[in-house]
């Protein structure tokens, strides 16, 4: 029996770069196939590919044993193909049905949208493959975990029989990563074939039926995650060693550094999103911030970085009152800030590398004397980091739009950690990277702790709290419900803990 | 994959002005004129009796017909902008000084035409720098024209080295304050410049009016037009009449260069792109977002006032109605031209200088209406604005990165 589909020797370049390079890649009629790489190893170029959205140079695409040209998404689909990204594409404003429609709309008399006819069929799909939803119901009425699904809907809906799934569980907590999975099975069940891109080794082991290594556009290995280990798998992704644990050194903590009293911020619309919240970090040791997405973590660092107005409360940093300081005094003070969203607040996109990587400082000497711009100073500082954090470019007038994500969070690591600071404040730093990059910046973030810095991690990532932390505070719709030593913690304590679950040892003391 | 090796340090304006243009792709502008003013010529064919006679005749003589008119027209076009070749050498020939300055003062009128449009192209480049789309220029010219002709001929008794800067000063400060308005609305209320800068037009254009026929107007004159300025406030001209180049082209370039200094040189320019890029990464980097729009946009303003009292000490030497007669929506088209740099903005402002010059005596030559480089700037506009159809056109491959003609921030660009 055919595979279900086939890639032979698909090669393609831009120019600088052979980004895909000869790679063969089978996948069978039912089979969970895992695609693994690091950032730029050449995933995202090949999925796009058998997407229709790029063209290769060199090789074919076999789909059932018939070679099939796929020149655009439209012959994708034609195919049986269809891809649910990583980001979202669904209109908030429009309903399950709208969303799964659009392009594929069906009418009556000759014109008029027939809505009915198509919330049937959606039905039918959530009925046959368990996914629970209400073709009626407004996307952005919906958490994550089921947009996602309606995601999948638009692609049963083109009866693709190919689901490609990018980076699906990056956006989900615990619990709906065991319902997509469960998920998953039930379309392998129906005659389904899934290729599944990530970078959560422990998922990979866990769902997958056959796992393919992808590195510097090459094909590295195909394993069986029943022989395969996480640390083969991340040796095989990075090339070299790759340490998934970290060696924290004994910790030695000093005076308060951060003091956070009865802080109360608002939510953009108006509701509570920070509840009168307690802690303190102190110097030369890790706070980890525990929670799912949405109990009140960005409010929070963006009222402590002077990005958000807090309503009432006191943030002390060094005994100095910061509450309502803007960022460029709290920046002057010592603060690093790493935001939760890179490209969003951490970078301009539009500006060259070195630009970038003075962010925050240009307005100082040596960097520029009174308004005039050394340009010079900029660019030698420029190219000592890049050296010096291991940034990939080719240099650095590139614009910082065409870094892989790694690499612009290592701009931003390297930006913050080269002047001397007091307080390091990390959100979610290592989201959406590869394993090579975590690895650096987990290091990186440890060495400040070790020199004394205070560091307050915000992450949704429970693996990475755990290993960073040295004591944990559970963020729980807006309270702190919780502080642990890390020591002591165990992931199930912790999970409970993040879904709102208090035992009675755990209750805070305050 | 090796590093390239990193380019200069000493990065000149040229050079980071091609980078940017070789970066967002030349050829897509280059094509975008050029398929402009084919469909230019198209459209005068088209508008054409003759062509349609020459058709019922025959398919071939119909498109001769229609190739030698796009031919005749462009060819006044051009010889409206820079003169024609065989004037020029008869009048250096014969040696008369009035007939050299006839034959190359289109030419000149030209770079006359260029002026208004540098400091106009200059103002909507600011904002769009800033994220802004500055539609108010042609009213921040009105009101720099009134504040420039009033402080040429109110303010007696200064020597002209102190008149004329004095004189473009109120110029801009005029446009400046028409800017300040809805700078300071957007940074604190978040209205839309481009409903507060229209409203604002609609205010100068009235505002002229009246002040042309009651508290600004010549006494001795009966339509509504200011007092002459006086001598000593008038940009000198370079040559006797009736060439009208003055210095006002180079005052042009001199601000032009001015602002090219202050974007990619200074801290408040880097402040004012980033401000433009990224509010966000802005806000995070603890420049305030609101004084940075609001100076932008006063400066964006002061740049087009000083478009209007460039015309009215140079040009007119007094002002009145419906002097400026779209420089400053043209302007708009040309900031996208030029790509928003101040280099760029100077090469547009020359190409929509002589285009407009040369449409005058086209007109006159061969009939055929000014209109059609109205049209001839529409079609390059959209075709700037909207690469994909160049690229569709003509199966240019798309560039690997987003390419922004502009990041608008009121439409969450």
Known sequence: MAPVLELRGITKRFPGVLANDHINLTVEKGEIHALLGENGAG?????????????????????????????????????????????????????????????????????????????????EISDKYNLNIDPNAYIKDMPVGLQQRVEIIKLLFREANILIMDEPTAVLTPQEVVELFKIMQTLIDQGKSIIFITHKLGEVLESAKKITVIRGGKVVGSTDPKTATMNELANMMVGREVSLEVDKEIQKTGEI???????????????????????????????????????????????LTGLLHAIDGTVLLSGQDITHSNPRQITELGTAHIPEDRQKDGLVLGLPISDNLVLNTYYLKPYSKGIWLDQKVIIETGKNLVK?????????????????????????????????????????????????SIEYIHNRLLAKRDEGCAVLLVSTELDEVMQLSDRIAVLYRGKIISILDAKNASKEQLGLLMAGIIGETEKVSR | MSPEKPQELKKNGLAIFWEEFSRSNFTVIFLAIFTGIFLGGVLVAATTTEVYDAFKVSFFSGIGKAFTTAIN??????????????????????????????????????????????????????????????????????????????????????????????????????????????GLLKAKTGAHEVITTIMMNYIAFRLSDWLLKGPMADPNEVTPKTPWILPSAELPQLFEAPIRFHI??????????????????????????????????????????????????????????????????????????????????????????????????????????????????????????????????????????????????????????????????????
């Open chain 2, 248 to 413: 006002g082209f180079f005052i042009a370039l001199f601000v032009a260069f001015v602002v090219y200094l202050l974007l990619f040189k200074t801290t408040w320019g880097m402040e004012l792109r980033m401000v433009g890029s990224n509010t966000n990464a802005a806000q995070y980097a603890g420049i305030n977002v609101t004084s940075r729009t609001v100076i932008a946009m006063v400066l964006a303003g002061g740049l087009a006032g000083m478009a209007g009292s460039n015309e009215v000490l140079g040009i007119n030497h007094r002002l009145i109605p419906a002097f400026s007669s779209g420089y400053g929506f043209d302007s708009i088209a040309l900031a996208l031209l030029g790509k928003s740099h101040p280099l760029g903005v100077v090469l547009a402002a020359l190409l929509f200088g002589f285009l407009r010059n040369g449409a005058r005596s086209m007109q006159l030559t061969v009939g055929v209406p000014t209109d059609i480089v109205s049209i001839l700037q529409a079609l390059i506009l959209a075709f700037i604005a909207a690469p994909a159809i160049i690229r569709t056109i003509y199966r240019l491959k798309t560039p690997n990165h987003n390419e922004d003609i502009v990041s608008l921030r009121s439409w969450k660009g």
């Open chain 1, 257 to 303: 550094v951060l003091e956070v009293r009865d802080l109360k911020v608002l939510d953009p619309r108006g509701g509570v999103a920070v509840d009168e919240i307690n802690f303190e970090v102190r110097a030369g040791e890790v706070l980890g911030i525990a929670g799912v997405q949405g109990n009140g973590q960005t409010e929070l660092v963006r009222s």
């Open chain 1, 388 to 436: 010096s954090f291991d940034i990939r470019t080719p240099s650095v007038f590139t614009p910082a739009s065409s870094l892989s994500g790694g690499n612009q969070q290592k701009i931003i690591v390297a930006r913050e950690f080269s002047r001397p600071i007091k307080l390091l404040i990390a959100s979610q730093p290592t989201r959406g990277l590869d394993v090579g």
């Open chain 2, 73 to 182: 027209t462009y060819g006044a076009l051009i010889t409206g902008a820079i003169g024609n070749p065989q004037k020029i050498q008869a009048a250096f020939a014969s040696g008369d000084a009035l007939l050299i300055r006839r034959a190359i003062n289109p030419f000149f009128e030209s770079l006359v035409q260029t002026t208004p449009y540098i400091f106009a192209g200059l103002s909507v480049a600011l904002g769009f720098r800033v994220g802004l789309f500055n539609i108010g220029a042609e009213g921040q010219i009105y009101i720099g024209a009134l504040t420039g002709v009033w402080a040429g001929y109110a303010i007696p008794g200064l020597p002209p080295i102190i008149h004329i800067p004095v004189a473009m000063l109120c110029g801009a400060l005029g446009g400046a304050l028409w800017g300040f308005v809805p």
């Open chain 1, 43 to 123: 995933k995202t170029t090949l999925m796009n590919i058998l997407y229709g959205l790029y063209h290769p140079d060199e090789g074919e695409i076999l789909v059932n044993g018939n070679i099939t040209a796929i020149k655009s998404p439209i012959d994708a689909i034609k195919a049986g193909i269809g891809m649910v990204h990583q980001h979202f594409m669904l209109v908030p404003v429009f309903t399950v049905t709208e969303n799964v429609m659009l392009g594929e709309e069906f009418t009556k008399y000759g014109g008029v949208l027939d809505r009915a006819k198509a919330a049937q069929k959606v039905q």
